[in-house]
T-cell receptor, first 112, second 113 residues
Framework: AQSVTQLDSQVPVFEEAPVELRCNYSSSVSVYLFWYVQYPNQGLQLLLKYLSGSTLVKGINGFEAEFNKSQTSFHLRKPSVHISDTAEYFC??????????FGAGTTVTVRA | NAGVTQTPKFQVLKTGQSMTLQCAQDMNHNSMYWYRQDPGMGLRLIYYSASEGTTDKGEVPNGYNVSRLNKREFSLRLESAAPSQTSVYFCAGDQGVSGNTIYFGEGSWLTVV
């Protein structure tokens, strides 16, 4: 099974500032990569995913992520955050075994 | 279209009690999953069902049992609850194909005292 490392457990950021959440995974022949978001007291919902093709993936709410095979990374970025982006973000990976492996999560707190 | 629905949302149990978490989906998912979420540990897979009639252990199955009653329903049972099972539990489903999006329920908060 894949393993996923989210390098930051907490990321405080001011409103309208950019944010980057880092994710690395254990290498494999081919992987599928995901970012999920969890708003307070809710389940997880998909932000974006990489299956193949362009390494820059755009998701909902202005988020994007870049797949870097040589560095086995899939970092998530947003150029300008809003208060409503306060949430926990999970990186996840699957390979030919379709089950997902999740990282420990990164809590983003956006301050005015 | 309710998606993935799980009940109860909150439950407090005494050590040694049993209970069942219910999950139902109306998205025609082939595969269903039970995860637990603990601070700093992300989501860990307890059990999954690749298709109706099959179940398999995930990463942390000890102390749990599951039943895939039909394609729509996948229940998680704690036979003798322990404080270590205090957690938030999520049911989820997808088509069971690599790269598919997995859809989550809203979670069940379980406290074992």
């Amino acid at each position: 099974a894949q393993s996923v490392t989210q390098l930051d457990s907490q990321v405080p950021v001011f409103e309208e500032a950019p944010v980057e959440l880092r994710c690395n995974y254990s290498s494999s022949v081919s992987v599928y990569l995901f970012w999920y978001v969890q708003y307070p007291n809710q389940g997880l919902q998909l932000l974006l995913k990489y299956l193949s093709g362009s390494t820059l993936v755009k998701g909902i709410n202005g988020f994007e992520a870049e797949f870097n095979k040589s560095q086995t990374s899939f970092h998530l970025r947003k150029p300008s955050v809003h208060i409503s982006d306060t949430a926990e973000y999970f990186c996840a990976v699957s390979d030919s075994d379709y089950k997902l492996s999740f990282g420990a999560g990164t809590t983003v707190t956006v301050r005015a | 279209n309710a998606g993935v629905t799980q009940t109860p949302k909150f439950q407090v149990l005494k050590t040694g009690q049993s209970m069942t978490l219910q999950c139902a989906q109306d998205m025609n998912h082939n595969s269903m999953y039970w995860y637990r979420q603990d601070p700093g540990m992300g989501l860990r897979l307890i059990y999954y069902s690749a298709s109706e009639g099959t179940t398999d252990k995930g990463e942390v199955p000890n102390g749990y049992n599951v039943s895939r009653l039909n394609k729509r329903e996948f229940s998680l049972r704690l036979e003798s609850a322990a404080p270590s099972q205090t957690s938030v539990y999520f049911c989820a489903g997808d088509q069971g194909v690599s790269g598919n999006t997995i859809y989550f329920g809203e979670g069940s908060w379980l406290t074992v005292v």
